[in-house]
């Protein structure tokens, strides 16, 4: 019995093409040709072509196919597929799982995994800052980033993104007085915001200066300043803070 190639394809489940590109890598000889000039495939070029897409189908290269030649080689082959699709699945659950969030609760497309349930209480540019953070920082890092967006005061944060880059003075003070008391209490729950670099896992001074660049960049100078200002109140605020916790307690009348 023999077969044309469009026969041995049909039978194979896969198509001439596939056929010939196996003929060209060498992985499926070249059957002899009929008095006509045409291939004919006997019993032994299908099993071989059976054989092949069976190892396809269970994610075998094609390049490494022709390596195995017995159990110990099919056994690794199949060993690294199969760590292979694990990360992928891996992958594409996490990525299910972003989706998920996003759609949940209403987030933009794009922001930083973790942060899709505060992404409505942050503006644009704390955003774009988000997904510079994610690069830089630590899990554990982000994870108290989130907690001090979930504590903010949104009706602070809302001025302080609509505040024109010429506010007056008093403008930027008021706001600043305002903003402090909530970044003490970051510095209490979370102290590493005092000294950011200490939680940096990548970048070395390149993720300093495109931190310090971002900001100067994304937020107008009467922001820079509010942040400013209320940064020095907020490490005030804090040290009072601490000595009040410290202080010994009251003798008893």
Not at 25 to 47: A, D, F, I, T
Not at 52 to 79: C, M, N, S
Request: glycine residues 4%.
């Amino acid at each position: 019995m023999a077969w044309s190639t469009r026969e041995l394809a049909e039978l194979a489940g896969t198509t001439v093409n596939t056929v010939r590109h196996y003929h060209h890598l060498g992985l499926l000889p070249e059957p002899e040709r009929r008095y006509n000039g045409y291939k004919q495939y006997e019993v032994s070029h299908l099993m071989a072509l059976l054989r092949i897409r069976r190892l396809v189908d269970l994610g075998v290269p094609l390049a490494q196919i022709p390596d195995l030649g017995g159990a110990t080689a099919e056994d690794q082959a199949l060993h690294e597929v199969d760590a292979d699709f694990a990360g992928s699945i891996e992958r594409l659950q996490r990525a299910r799982d972003g989706i998920a969030a996003v759609i949940r609760e209403r987030a933009p497309a794009d922001i930083p995994e973790g942060f899709e349930s505060v992404a409505a209480r942050m503006s644009e540019a704390d955003r774009s800052m988000v997904h510079l953070y994610s690069r830089v920082y630590d899990d554990d890092a982000l994870a108290d980033l989130r907690s001090t967006v979930e504590s903010s005061d949104p009706a602070v944060e809302a001025e302080i993104e609509s505040l024109p880059a010429d506010a007056d003075p008093d403008t930027v003070q008021r706001l600043a007085e305002r903003l402090a008391p909530t970044l003490a209490r970051n510095l209490l729950e979370h102290p590493w915001l005092a000294d950011p670099e200490s939680r940096r896992s990548t970048g070395g001074a390149h993720a300093r200066d495109a931190l310090i660049e971002s900001v100067k960049a994304l937020y107008n100078p009467a922001q820079l300043q509010v942040f400013m200002r209320a940064s020095t109140l907020a490490r005030e605020l804090a040290d009072e803070m601490r000595s009040t916790r410290d202080e010994p307690p009251a003798p008893a009348d």
